[in-house]
């Protein structure tokens, strides 16, 4: 398998690129506009073809680049299937399998950052890999105050379908905003400090939580819920939020 980290650095985000060595067919999990002709780039030098576009949740703080990608490679939009748009092509479910060549891509539904959020596990030969979206971060989580967020079922989520996961399953994250690359089930179980602790201790920890919404909010739901597109309807609704 093929295997990139990708970072944005305005939204600190990670994307994925994973591709199949013999078919040379690959998938970007978490595509992010502002670095779509780098992503273009990658997939040329490496001499990919790009099948799908993966997300993890609505994004509220970058736009995707899944309809970008679509337009311009005729890569097909994968997203969990619960958010019901119409712009994807493919319904992510728990349960239902996503094949790019020899890589195996099983959703896992993790809703509390957003309620449909969904993690992907990957077993790469010799360790298994998931790719936590914003359900677990390296030594954090992501916030559950916006929208759809929920502390308790991101408590549940994390605890049994990360958590129950082997120790030595490798951990991705959506974000990391001190330059982490990768962690385990078994490092953030000893040390994260919103995770590690009591379901109790956990909790007041996301009610005491404060902090500013994304800067690109306003902008990035909209443009998100049609796959990254901002068109003149999304500007329209992007301007009155
Ligand atoms: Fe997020």
């Known amino acids: 398998m093929i295997f990139k980290q990708l970072f944005e650095e305005v939204s600190c985000s990670y994307t994925y690129l994973l591709a199949c060595s013999v078919t040379r067919e690959a998938v970007l999990i978490d595509p992010v506009l502002d670095t779509f002709e780098r992503d273009l780039n990658l997939l040329a030098e490496l001499n990919l073809s790009l099948r799908y576009s993966l997300e993890t949740h609505l994004h509220a703080d970058h736009l995707t680049s899944a309809s970008a990608l679509k337009t311009r490679l005729g890569s097909k939009i994968a997203a969990p299937a619960l958010e019901k748009l119409r712009c994807v092509d493919i319904g992510m479910r728990e349960g239902e399998v996503l094949q790019i060549g020899s890589v195996l891509i099983h959703p896992l539904h993790?809703?509390?950052?957003?309620?449909?959020?969904?993690?992907?596990?990957?077993?790469?030969?010799?360790?298994?890999?998931?790719?936590?979206?914003?359900?677990l971060l390296i030594d954090g989580c992501g916030r559950t105050d916006l929208a759809t967020g929920d502390a308790q079922s991101l408590y549940n989520s994390v605890w049994e379908k990360i958590f129950s996961l082997p120790d030595e399953t490798l951990i991705y994250p959506g974000h990391d905003y001190e330059q982490r690359h990768?962690?385990?089930?078994?490092?953030?179980?000893?040390?994260?400090?919103?995770?590690?602790?009591?379901?109790?201790?956990?909790?007041?920890?996301?009610?005491?939580?404060?902090?500013?919404?994304?800067?690109?909010?306003?902008?990035?739901?909209?443009?998100?819920?049609?796959?990254?597109?901002?068109?003149?309807?999304?500007?329209?609704?992007?301007?009155?939020?």
């Open 110 to 135: 993790t809703p509390g950052h957003t309620a449909n959020h969904h993690a992907y596990m990957v077993d790469n030969g010799t360790q298994l890999m998931v790719f936590s979206g914003d359900a």
């Open 182 to 241: 990768v962690s385990s089930v078994a490092q953030e179980k000893q040390r994260n400090p919103r995770l590690g602790k009591s379901e109790a201790e956990f909790l007041e920890i996301m009610q005491n939580f404060k902090s500013p919404p994304p800067l690109q909010m306003a902008k990035a739901i909209p443009a998100n819920l049609s796959c990254g597109k901002l068109g003149n309807e999304n500007l329209k609704t992007a301007i009155s939020i």
